[in-house]
Structure formats: C-alpha cells, structure tokens
C-alpha cells in the first residue's frame, strides 16, 4: 500500500479499459471524500464515500487493475414494498490515485472469510434473511445487493454458503438451537450474515444462551445488515454511517464481541407474540424466567409505543410507526393525560461496592424508564449519548408522568444529539442493574420492551435487568 502522503492524489488510469483521469479529494472529514473520473469534459464520473463498499486488488499478475465495488442508488427499485437503497455494482479501474486504495482496500481477509472453509462437507458461512423485519426489503438486499457482491468478490456459489429465509417468528431460534448452537460447541468457526434488525439478533442470542456451552465453544461472529425498523444496534455500532447496508463493514469491519444483559421475570412472564395475541413461555432457569438483551430494557412510554406498533398495520410505515403510536399514548383519544406507570423502580449502581445493594428511585409512578447498552435507539434518535459502540455499560433513562407536551419536548431533545439527558426532569446514569415492582392492576401497563421484543409480567410481578454476562457471539463492526 506504498506512501500515501507523496502520493498524488490524480493519476491518468482507465475504467473498464476507458482511459479517464482520476482525482480523489481527500477532505479530512471522510463524508466528503469523493472519487472523480473525468473521460471527457462531457463525460464526469463521480462516486462519493458514503457509496463505495471496497477497493479490490483484481490479481497480482495485472498489479494495477482494482475492482471498485459500490452502491448504486440511482437504480434503486421503485416498488415501494421492496425498494432498497441501492444495487451492488462494479468496475474495473486500472491505475488509482494510491491514497484511494489505501483508504478503501480492505486489511486482509474479512474475518468471515476466514471461518470459510470450502474443503468441509457443511459450509460454516450462513446467510440469513429475515422476510418480516423492517418493511421487507430482506430478500431484495440479499438478492440485488449481498449475494452478487460475494459472488464477486470470493466467487461464492450457493454451494458454499447455507441460505436461511425465515418463515416464522421462530426460524431463527430454530436455526441457532439446531445448527449454530450445536456447530458452535464442537468447535467449529462459524460465520452468520444476518439480514434483520435488532429481533433476529435477539433471537440469536437467546438461543446460544438457552444451553450449556462446551468447552470447545467457539462464538461465531455475526455481520449484520440493518433490515429492521429501528436499527439500534447496528445504528449505535456504526454498521449504518453509509449507503452500504452493512456491506462495507462485513468486508472491512473487525469483530468484537457484543456485550449483553440479562433480564429475569417474575414466574408468570411471557412472551407475547403474533401481534400481542398469543404468548409464550420464556426460558427458565432454576424456575425463573430469563432473557437476555443487547440493546434495551424499558418500561413505560417506550414499551408500551413498541409494543403498541408491533402490528402489520404499524408496520407498513418503518420507523414512522413508533412516532405514530407515541402520539396515541401521549394524547389519548379520551382528552385525559399519558398513562402514569405505577411501581417501584430501584437501581444498582456501579460505584456501590455492597451487593444487591438496590437504591430506590424516589417516586411512585413513571413516565419512562429506559435502560440501555447502546446510544441510538434508532436513527438520530440518542437516547444515551454517553454511549460508546459495545462499551458494555447499562445506562438508565428515566422520567415521572409528565404530560404529552413536556413528554415530545423530551424525546425531542433525544432527537437532537441527545440533549434530554442533560434536562433536569430526567434521570441519566451508568448503572449495574434496574429492578421494577409492578403496581398496576391492567396487563397493558405490565409489557416490558426487550430488545423489541414484548414480554407480559403477572400482576404484582417484577423485572430485573443486570449486566456482567458472559458474551456468546462477536459482532462485525467498523475497525
Ligand atoms: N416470515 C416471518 N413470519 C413471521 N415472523 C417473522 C418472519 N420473519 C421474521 N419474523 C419475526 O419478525 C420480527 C422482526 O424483528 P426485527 O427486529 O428483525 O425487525 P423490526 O422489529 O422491524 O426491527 P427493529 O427491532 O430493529 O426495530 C422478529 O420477531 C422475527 O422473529
């Protein structure tokens, strides 16, 4: 990769055998940067860093030749229901300015391919598509946008991968528990490319906890793509700063393993499902009921809005649909004031040395309450921004029953860089642990939101989420 600094930053080259000039503009924020090809006055290419996914070398008999590979929006689909934002495409340029190779060439092998053994009978590369995240673009990003670019770029055939769609709520457990688990505790190094928001990493997660590891268990490492609604996950890693869908950093990110909390239940918890009309048990363990999280644990607004928007209806509007169901709950149709949360919420704070040494929170009805791993919740949206990507801290949000205006003025400021956390009426720390005792007569006031899941407590029950849990699995994420 040569000395970039003496490098120029214009060389005469080609793309696709056509001579051109190239010049790449260096700005220091790399938002801006942006490589030009002029072929002549009439005829200026331009691809900006938000696009590109990597810089290739082509072979080392033609040392000059790289393939660039990139997300072209302009051809996006127009179909609403499976519109993504962009295609995979490719070029041949011959002849780069050095500093462009040097910021986009990839360091090595990607770390999936690594795990990608093609001499074993089973491939230990799993793609899986989650159909019903997010607005359903799954299937169209693995179609127009993962499955040519692996084919371009380590001419992968289907033969060399395990392609999952998911058909039900519950494939994705099913899958884990039947093959990643089992796989996982033989030894074996397993790459997943998970097509879903932040659910199927939540479904993964649980499942590889549901057992006993073996002492040979190896964490496979996950790269996600952001097909969910929220996003929080792959938002607060930084899987999502460009047009790639996740594409870039599966071929360039570094994996780090992704830090959780546990969640137990009073006995009579459950899961609901299929839109809040069925329920589930959860996993048990000693007799109390269990689930793990990487990204949130809350109670109040913020559950009852996920919980309230996890419809087929809701869902037809992306992330717009949180906003639409926190509106119901702020200003109810009745004229009356936000449903004030009745329990006792108390926390374990870190600089407290005694054990379960739980301090009240001086108040006994909520509007929010919020503990999270990650910064952003969804796009833009900072609930923590103390946050940093996987830096395993629990940090809880919390406010009283305020009214529907001083509750949008509140998340408001989360909007806007996470200023809420500075604002007097809310409660922001680092904390080791949350307990909530419910006091509410009706069940919709007892759904606790983990991970975007929703979990149902028994009258009188209780929540308690902690942190210092022993990973499973490694994300992919920006090096
Ligand atoms: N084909 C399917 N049929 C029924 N349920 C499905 C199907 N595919 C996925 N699911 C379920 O849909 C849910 C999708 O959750 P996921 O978190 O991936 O998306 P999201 O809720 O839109 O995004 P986010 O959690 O990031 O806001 C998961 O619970 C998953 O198990």
Not at 63 to 77: I, K
Not at 347 to 353: D, E, G, H, I, T
Request: aromatic share 8%.
């Amino acid at each position: 990769m040569g000395n970039t600094e003496s490098s120029p930053l214009s060389t005469a080259g080609k793309v696709d055998g056509r001579p051109v000039t190239f010049t790449y503009h260096r700005r220091d924020d790399i938002d801006e940067r942006e490589l030009i090809w002029t072929e002549n006055p009439a005829s200026i290419g331009r691809l900006s860093t938000k696009d590109i996914i990597a810089v290739i070398p082509i072979h080392t008999q033609v040392p000059d030749d790289y393939s660039v590979l990139y997300v072209d929006s302009t051809t996006a689909t127009k179909d609403t229901k499976t519109s993504i934002p962009g295609v995979f495409k490719s070029f041949v340029a011959t002849k780069l300015p050095q500093p462009f190779i040097h910021d986009y060439q990839p360091p090595g092998n990607a770390c999936w391919q690594t795990r990608q053994d093609k001499s074993e009978g089973f491939p230990n590369l799993h793609i899986v598509v989650s159909t019903g995240s997010g607005t359903g673009q799954a299937e169209a990003v693995w179609e127009q946008m993962l499955k040519p670019m692996l084919r371009h770029v380590c001419s992968l055939e289907a033969k060399d991968y395990a392609l999952h769609f998911t058909t039900s709520e519950y494939t994705v457990t099913d899958l884990t528990c039947d093959i990643f688990l089992k796989q996982a505790n033989l030894g074996v190094a397993q790459a997943i490319v998970l097509l879903s928001g932040d659910g199927g990493m939540v479904d993964i997660v649980n499942a590889l906890k549901s057992e006993q590891l073996s002492r040979s268990y190896v964490k496979p490492s996950v790269a996600l793509l952001p097909l969910g609604t929220g996003n929080a996950l792959a938002n607060s890693a930084g899987i999502t700063g460009d047009n790639t869908m996740g594409l870039k950093t599966l071929l360039q990110g570094s994996q780090e393993e992704l830090p959780l909390f546990c969640a137990t239940f009073s006995p009579g918890a459950r899961l609901l499902v299929n839109e809040g009309r069925d329920e589930r048990l959860l996993h048990t363990v000693d007799g109390t009921p269990l689930a793990h999280g990487a990204v949130v644990c809350s109670w109040g607004l913020h559950a009852s809005l996920v919980a309230d928007s996890d419809s087929a209806e809701y869902r037809k509007f992306g992330a717009e649909r949180f906003g639409m169901a926190a509106k119901d709950l702020l200003y109810p149709a009745d004229g009356s004031s936000p449903h004030p949360y009745k329990g006792k919420v108390s926390v374990l704070r870190p600089s407290n040395n005694a054990k379960d040494d739980w301090q009240p929170i001086d108040r006994d009805t909520h509007g929010y309450v919020l503990a999270t791993l990650v910064s952003q919740l969804e796009k833009g949206f900072t609930i923590s921004p103390a946050s940093k990507p996987l830096d395993g801290k629990l940090r809880l949000v919390h406010f009283g029953p305020v009214n529907g205006e001083e509750a949008m003025a509140i998340m408001k400021k989360a909007y806007d860089g996470g200023k809420h956390a500075t604002d007097d009426r809310v409660g922001y720390e680092e904390i080791e642990g949350v307990r909530i005792q419910f006091n509410e007569e009706d069940e919709r006031w007892r759904r606790i939101c983990l991970d975007g899941k929703v979990i149902q407590v028994e009258r009188g029950g209780w929540v308690e989420a902690k942190t210092g849990v022993k990973g499973v699995l490694s994300l992919i994420v920006r090096s």
